[in-house]
């Protein structure tokens, strides 16, 4: 039989995951208050044994930017699907939406220096500090915004 987190949609980590998280953990010399932080921060656990593999694999990509590593490219749909299923809140496809417009209409380069411009950007606008925050509302709202900036610049 299935575990509940299974059945659930909630994959659990992997050995591998939780053995790339701690390597990142080394090669960014984060102190244990900072990681500890950082996995509050991803899936409001303590410990990375109890992420799911899509928050791990969501940890694991930030966690490479960080160290100025390139992140996964090919997550086939499966980015932000640890926030999948929230009332009234954003999908997972409207988030990948709106960073693929960003990384379209963003003048900025460096890939954290844009996900930065990103939170600042969807803050001004829906007053959330991060795409997780946004609700079916906010998610309007950035679009209309990010539309009207590709016509500006004539990519739409």
């Not at 890939?111 to 795409?131: C, H, M, N, T, Y």
């Amino acid at each position: 039989m299935a575990s509940k987190a299974v059945r659930d949609g909630r994959q659990p980590i992997t050995r591998g995951q939780i053995s790339a998280i701690h390597t990142l953990k080394t090669r960014l010399g984060m102190d244990e208050e900072s990681y500890r932080a950082l996995l509050q921060e991803f899936g409001g656990v303590e410990s990375s044994k109890e992420l799911s593999w899509f928050q791990a694999d969501e940890l694991i990509d930030e966690m490479k930017r960080k160290a100025g590593q390139k992140p996964q490219v090919n997550h086939k749909g499966k980015r932000h699907r640890s926030l999948e299923g929230r009332a009234g809140m954003a999908t997972p496809a409207q988030l990948r939406k709106i960073e693929a417009v960003w990384a379209e209409v963003s003048r900025v380069e460096d890939p954290e220096e844009r996900a930065k411009a990103l939170r600042s950007f969807v803050g001004k606008i829906a007053q959330v500090s991060d795409l997780r925050f946004l609700d079916r509302r906010g998610v309007a709202k950035v679009i209309a915004a990010l539309t009207a900036m590709q016509k500006r610049r004539g990519l739409a």
